[in-house]
């Protein structure tokens, strides 16, 4: 069983729509991080957090450290938006991830 | 910005040929990475260095080394090349302290090698 598990694997919505894309975890962690990868490769980071909530324009995640659970929102959703999102888990005291194996979001016009 | 570079886009290689995958990073950060990503597979890490001159396996190692000789570059090396290395190399690097340039541990990307073995 993967320790960081994304779902849904595969969403495709229409332009405009509010996107949730979830992860849950099952080790302890010091902090979690998303990322965003176009088709042709580059991986951007997007967010790290710890706790609460971080606000990025029209991305916003939240973490929930009780539930080991963190979601990634997409609010007013665009195209350009279309990517894989991914989440890892940064262990406590280490400094890798964990990589949970992504969701391909795809927004249609 | 952080700036990770990578040597080449697109390589091709025969089997059995060595090669050489280099990485940069531009913002003093003490950690990197190698990854490589195959689909339906994920991100999987084959090496990373907390510092110059020292190295920890990955997940997969088998078939790789790395060098780190000095802070800023972090090189992967395929001994020998084989078909099932044929896959897209990703190097990232991370600090371990809050900067500008991002939190303790947020890892930062180069834009990718797509490696063919034949």
């Known amino acids: 069983k993967n320790e960081v598990e994304q779902s849904p694997q595969n969403l495709t919505a229409q332009e405009g729509e509010f996107i949730t894309i979830n992860c849950s975890y099952s080790?302890?962690?010091?902090?979690l991080h998303w990322l965003q990868q176009h088709p042709g490769g580059g991986i951007v980071s997007l967010f790290m957090?710890?706790?609460?909530?971080k606000k990025h324009g029209r991305l916003i995640a939240t973490i929930n450290i009780q539930e080991k659970h963190s979601s990634l929102h997409i609010t007013a959703s665009h195209p350009r938006d279309s990517a894989v999102y991914i989440c890892?888990?940064?262990?406590?005291?280490?400094?890798?991830?964990?990589w949970g194996a992504g969701t391909k979001l795809i927004i249609k016009p | 910005d952080v700036k990770v570079t990578q040597s080449s886009r697109y390589l091709v290689k025969r089997t059995g040929e060595k090669v050489f995958l280099e990485c940069v990073q531009d913002m003093d950060h003490e950690n990197m990475f190698w990854y490589r990503q195959d689909p339906g597979l994920g991100l999987r890490l084959i090496y990373f260095s907390y510092d110059v001159k020292m190295k920890e396996k990955g997940d997969i190692p088998e078939g790789y080394s790395v060098s780190r000789e000095k802070k800023e570059r972090f090189s992967l090396i395929l001994e020998s090349a084989s078909t099932n290395q044929t896959s897209m190399y990703l190097c990232a690097s991370s600090g371990n302290f809050n900067s500008r340039q991002g939190r303790p541990n947020e890892q930062f990307f180069g834009p990718g090698t797509r490696l063919t073995v034949l």
């Open positions: 890892a888990a940064l262990m406590d005291s280490n400094y890798q991830l964990i």
């Open positions: 957090l710890s706790s609460g909530k």
């Open positions: 080790v302890g962690i010091s902090a």
